[in-house]
């Protein structure tokens, strides 16, 4: 007969293996060789006499039963460790681990600015900041909080607004603009390379206007299909076309003249930026603490 009993160490690898599907990344997060974090999965998976995960030598996946481990153990896991948490820090103040979930501009332009506050105010606490594109699923990916847009944050969350506006720019430097003239319109990029964004799921991102409540999405045409921001304005400053970015992510070099933006009517601000987080009955110390700050932050700016 199987043995029941399963220590936080054998969950806490199973989370993590599914949040990065790779045994490699997985072990780095948990500071743990991949040998030991292969033996404690198969050790829990002998335990519970089925397979969690589908393994090949280049990709890592759920299987039906990993996926329900994770709907309904995750979630537990995260009571659990919060309870411990509020016990541990009941008189020695907030500590443990914050996990949070963001997309880079937002993690940049954001949510950076009240990590470090927190960092200072709360020694004990360490902040796991994961940055990625992809739209997950906070809870059954063991995060705490997640940042996006307030329209893209799932129903049964609480959501405390950061006060920070989306806005898109299209922009270029002046000697391709010197050279191939500036668009007065979204139609008038199809005369222009563009970079392609390549979005986490493989997808192409269409480049988004609106004006007066017209709304266009375009699929551009260029030489170069990237998947990272820092990458796409090294090309753009090559004035070999056109880019798309979150607006933050280019007002530095807009505000020194190495990019001059176009189609600026096009692109109004668009949903603020907010913290999510699911409703538990026990939340962390950590959790409230860095909850009440980026409220206390969002009165007071």
Request: proline letters at 6%; a negative charge; charged letters at 20%.
């Amino acid at each position: 007969m199987p043995d029941p009993r399963m220590s936080l160490n054998e969950l806490d690898a199973v989370m993590a293996v599914a949040r990065r599907c790779s045994f490699r990344q997985a072990a780095i997060d948990l500071d743990i060789s991949t040998t030991a974090l292969s033996h404690t999965i198969a050790k829990l998976e002998a335990s519970l006499e089925t397979r969690l995960f589908n393994r090949t030598t280049r990709s890592v996946s759920l299987t039906d039963a990993g996926e329900l481990f994770l709907q309904h153990v995750g979630p537990a896991l995260q009571d659990l460790r919060a309870g411990l948490d509020a016990v541990r820090s009941h008189n020695a103040g907030p500590a443990g681990v914050l996990r949070i979930n963001a997309f880079a501009t937002a993690a940049r332009a954001a949510l950076l600015p009240l990590v470090l506050e927190f960092m200072r105010r709360y020694p004990q606490v360490h902040i796991d900041l994961v940055t990625e594109g992809r739209l997950v699923d906070i809870v059954a990916d063991g995060f705490d909080l997640g940042v996006r847009a307030a329209n893209l944050i799932p129903s049964d969350m609480i959501v405390v607004s950061l006060g920070q506006s989306q806005r898109y720019a299209v922009v270029g430097t002046p000697a391709y603009f010197k050279v191939h003239g500036r668009p007065h319109t979204p139609a008038d990029l199809l005369k222009h390379p563009c970079l392609r964004i390549r979005l986490p799921n493989g997808g192409i991102y269409p480049w988004h206007f609106e004006k007066n409540g017209e709304t266009t999405r375009l699929d551009v045409t260029g030489p170069l299909t990237l998947d990272e921001s820092s990458v796409a304005k090294a090309v753009v400053q090559e004035s070999v076309g056109l880019g798309f970015f979150m607006e933050q992510d280019v007002i530095p070099e807009i505000e020194a003249g190495e990019f001059e933006r176009v189609l600026e009517d096009w692109t109004p601000p668009r949903d603020n930026l907010c913290l999510y987080y699911a409703n538990r009955r026990n939340p962390s110390s950590a959790l409230r603490a860095f909850i009440d700050l980026a409220r206390a932050n969002l009165v007071n700016a």
